[in-house]
């Protein structure tokens, strides 16, 4: 395992705790980046892939997925300091032709709403146009047929296929292609010189890992690798755990201006609460560790998943990459122990609590997305959550991976859960009701899934 000399024990400890974890999990590779008081750490570890194995390093290209989405909101905020665009006024002001399934929503849609997940529609809806410069358009086009859930602006759920619209918004003012408006305004600017969108001839050209998941015990590499181009906006950023501190540096407003600080505040301004302890800022998930401020986003591609946070106030960011579905564990341990090692601190920890057994039935239903399930059903008197994936990523012809195991859930709060063990350990389930008082929805990783009336 290779990594870059370091003479600070803090950044050891990490990675000693993070290569345990590692092999614990089956996770063939990650990469870690560490600021902390103008000082950088960084570390690779592992492989890139099983089938064709290279020592991953600090400047080994991953897909960050999601927290691509703080690219395509950081471009938007150029365009609105530029005049070009207003937050608050309608999409179909930009695209006069937007159309979606819901005519209130089609005319009353704002930036603001992609920015922050309330549009209130199904949107995990994954597609591929092709690699033209039309992908775009036509994934937009497309978005109209999905189905509104919950009504525009109140309830956040997150959205990816709210972010291809903003990315689409961002071809239009600027009369260019996404990523060439990207690279542009936002790369070259930057200096992120290991930072790209697939497809790419020059991507190909470094060291990239690629994903793994684990199917009956065993790790294999994922296929297919791209998400397709109508994704780039919304999970297609490819980079290193280098170049994402020097994207924290920026957002932290150390060094280029390439957006003002009022503007920079603006995104880290709390917009709606986001479920669990979350909050939503333009595009940035927002949490509490004691007196701290946390700031970040995570991505999940086809066997990658990465964490990204940064603490202002702190002068601190950390970047960590995986190349495996599992690493999602991985991301959410390194943070809880990078607070634990810098600042011995902590997230909140819900404390789970007793409710009688004859209340547990009202909860145990089916609750569907077109990507995923979840089946709750209640034995030895607590609730036990099923994750059945659909399929659907990156196309819509795409098989379902493997299951999860069944994970035990209790209530914390009223109509709210934490999941005590399985690869979603800790995470946050909330039920929401409609006015008749009945359970409507369930929350869980961040999306609202819909309740099915028992057979």
Not at 79 to 108: C, H, N, Q, T, Y
Not at 120 to 133: T, V
Not at 239 to 253: E, P, R
Not at 274 to 295: C, H, P, V
Request: hydrophobic share 40%.
């Amino acid at each position: 395992m290779k990594k870059t000399p370091s003479t600070d024990p803090k950044f050891d400890e990490l990675c000693t705790r993070l290569q345990t974890e590692m092999k614990r999990l089956k996770i063939p590779g990650a990469a870690i980046g560490i600021l902390h008081e103008g000082q950088e750490f960084y570390a690779g570890f592992g492989k890139t892939s099983l089938e064709n194995p290279l020592p991953v390093t600090p400047d080994t290209l991953f897909q960050v997925g999601s927290i691509s989405k703080t690219f395509t909101a950081t471009l938007l905020m150029q365009l609105m300091e530029a005049g070009k665009l207003k937050l608050d006024s309608p999409v179909r002001k930009i695209l006069p032709k937007f159309k979606m399934s819901d005519k209130e929503v089609e005319k009353s849609l704002t930036t603001r709403h992609l920015l922050t997940h309330t549009g209130g529609w199904i949107g995990d809806y994954f597609n591929d146009f092709g690699n033209g410069d039309d992908a775009l358009k036509l994934m937009v086009k497309s978005i109209r047929k999905l189905p509104q859930i919950t009504p525009l602006g109140t309830t956040w759920s997150y959205n990816n296929a709210g972010f291809n619209i903003a990315a689409r918004i961002v071809e239009v003012l600027t009369g260019q292609p996404y990523e060439t408006a990207a690279q542009q305004m936002l790369l070259t600017p930057l200096g992120l010189q290991m930072t790209f969108f697939y497809p790419s001839d020059i991507l190909i050209t470094h060291r990239f890992v690629v994903g793994h998941q684990t199917d009956q015990g065993k790790v294999k590499v994922t296929r297919p690798w791209a998400i397709g181009r109508a994704g780039n906006g919304v999970g297609g950023v490819v980079s290193t755990v280098q170049d994402l501190i020097k994207y924290a540096q920026f957002h932290m407003g150390q060094g280029d201006s390439t957006l003002s600080r009022a503007s920079l505040d603006e995104m880290k301004t709390i917009q709606v609460q986001a479920g669990g302890f979350n909050k939503m800022g333009i595009s940035w998930f927002i949490r509490q560790a004691d007196d701290l401020t946390i700031y970040g986003h995570g991505g999940a591609t086809h066997g990658q998943q990465a964490g990204f946070h940064f603490i202002p106030q702190k002068e601190f960011a950390l970047a960590i990459l995986t190349n495996a579905d599992e690493g999602g564990t991985l991301t959410d341990k390194a943070l809880k122990w990078a607070l634990e090692l810098y600042f011995q601190s902590s997230l909140p920890n819900p404390e789970p609590i007793e409710i009688p057994a004859a209340e547990l039935d009202e909860y145990a239903a089916l609750y569907e997305l077109p990507l995923s399930a979840i089946d709750i059903r209640v034995e030895d008197n607590q609730l036990v959550l099923q994750d059945i994936p659909r399929g659907g990523f990156p196309t819509p012809e795409t098989p379902p991976g493997p299951a999860m195991p069944a994970m035990r859930a209790k209530f914390f709060a009223k109509d709210r859960i934490v999941i005590l063990d399985g690869p979603s350990q800790g995470a946050i389930g909330e039920f929401l009701r409609n006015d008749a008082g009945k359970i409507a929805f369930l929350r869980i990783g961040g999306r609202i899934h819909v309740w099915q009336a028992p057979d």
